[in-house]
């Protein structure tokens, strides 16, 4: 299964409302999850099946979709919230491939 | 707190072999299934290796299959990499990474054992002569 993120590159500033989109290329139900990574650092777990938001994570970030589409929306952009977006299948028949990251900089 | 640390990381040449470790503290190690994820340098992330918290399930993406071995040793609360016949796109940064889900049997609930909820910080492979 893969997975193609869009854009690759964002150009936000803060405040701003912000949405990646994520998109299978077979279903995968709703067996998907986002992380958010910082130069140097490791991945931060974010969402879980599709739309769960893990515990601590603030709740300006959601998930959304199924199937083949989904999405992840920055309600409003903090500068903590620069950084690079990678989703995750988790799904049975072809598990655990990303997506190829969307970078959020700023504007 | 849980806590995942990676070592045995460092500059191997072509066709070269290491090990690399991770070492878990803060839950119950033996209930969860764990990974690697590895980091080309200006890439993105690559699934590498999984195993089922007994041991008894091993995945392996395509390119690193017959080549890496994954194990675990859950009496000392750790697990492994075996690396071998090492190529120049190899070199990247190795997290070990912890399931989010316990599930019993990790090949009928892999999906309810999730993403991967804790990290380790990542240990440089670097193979060239």
């Known amino acids: 299964i893969q997975m193609t993120q869009s854009p690759s590159t964002l150009s936000a500033s803060v405040g701003d409302r912000v949405t990646i989109t994520c998109r299978a290329s077979?279903?995968?139900?709703?067996?998907l999850a986002w992380y958010q990574q910082k130069p140097g650092k490791a991945p931060k777990f974010l969402i879980f099946k599709a739309s769960s938001l893990v515990s601590g994570v603030p709740s300006r970030f959601s998930g959304s979709g199924s199937g083949t589409e989904f999405s992840l929306t920055i309600s409003s952009l903090q500068p903590d919230d620069f950084a690079t977006y990678y989703c995750q299948q988790y799904s049975s028949s072809s598990p655990w491939t990303f997506g190829q990251g969307t970078k959020v900089e700023i504007k | 707190e849980m806590h995942l640390l990676e070592s045995g990381g460092g500059l191997i040449q072509p066709g070269g072999s290491v090990r690399l470790s991770c070492a878990v503290s803060g839950f119950t190690f033996g209930d969860y299934a764990m990974t690697w994820v590895r980091q080309a340098p200006g890439k993105g992330l690559e699934w590498v290796s999984v195993?089922?918290?007994?041991?008894?399930?091993?995945y392996y993406a395509d390119s690193v299959k017959g080549r890496f071995i994954i194990s675990r040793e859950n009496s000392r609360n750790t697990f492994f990499l075996q690396m071998n016949s090492l190529r120049a796109d190899d070199t990247a940064v190795y997290y070990c990474?912890?399931?989010?889900?316990?599930?019993?049997?990790?090949?009928?609930?892999?999906?309810?054992?999730?993403?991967?909820?804790?990290w380790g910080q990542g240990t440089m492979v670097t193979v060239s002569s």
């Open positions: 990474a912890k399931f989010a889900f316990s599930v019993r049997d990790l090949r009928q609930y892999l999906e309810e054992a999730g993403g991967f909820d804790i």
């Open positions: 077979q279903s995968i139900s709703t067996w």
């Open positions: 195993i089922s918290g007994t041991g008894a399930y091993i």
